[in-house]
């Protein structure tokens, strides 16, 4: 089992930035395969923001924050980072952490745990 708490969330003004965290306690990245970040937006689906694969180190982002958001993890303490720039109102949302133990087959869909997620709001 894994468990995931998302930190780092709040309120920031619009362009401003935040940096999320995820930590991970339990089997931790024993058989993990991947980890990302998803948002979802009140009203709207949870959907896909960035994600991390370890065996080959890809990083795969929504067109939407390529070029803004980067995902990253600090080896030493088990952590996922997901570091947003240039934040957008349209960007406030509950992000949360997932993690991944099966055979992978797609950034989009399959993850096997999640966290409780992060509230961050992009003021105008």
């Known amino acids: 089992q894994v468990q995931l708490a998302e930190s780092g969330g709040g309120v920031v003004q619009v362009g401003g930035s935040l940096k999320l965290s995820c930590a991970a306690s339990?089997?931790?990245?024993?058989?993990?395969?991947?980890m990302a970040w998803f948002r979802q937006a009140p009203g709207k689906e949870r959907e896909f923001v960035a994600g991390i694969r370890w065996h080959d180190g890809a990083r795969y982002y929504a067109d939407s924050v390529k070029g803004r958001f980067t995902i990253s993890r600090d080896y030493a303490k088990d952590l996922l980072y997901l570091e947003m720039n240039s934040l957008r109102p349209e960007e406030t949302a509950v992000y949360y952490c997932?993690?991944?133990?099966?055979?992978?087959?797609?950034?989009?869909?399959?993850?096997?745990?999640w966290g409780r997620g992060t509230q961050v709001t992009v003021s105008s």
């Open positions: 339990g089997d931790t990245f024993e058989k993990s395969v991947a």
């Open positions: 997932a993690d991944r133990e099966r055979i992978w087959d797609s950034w989009y869909s399959n993850w096997d745990y």
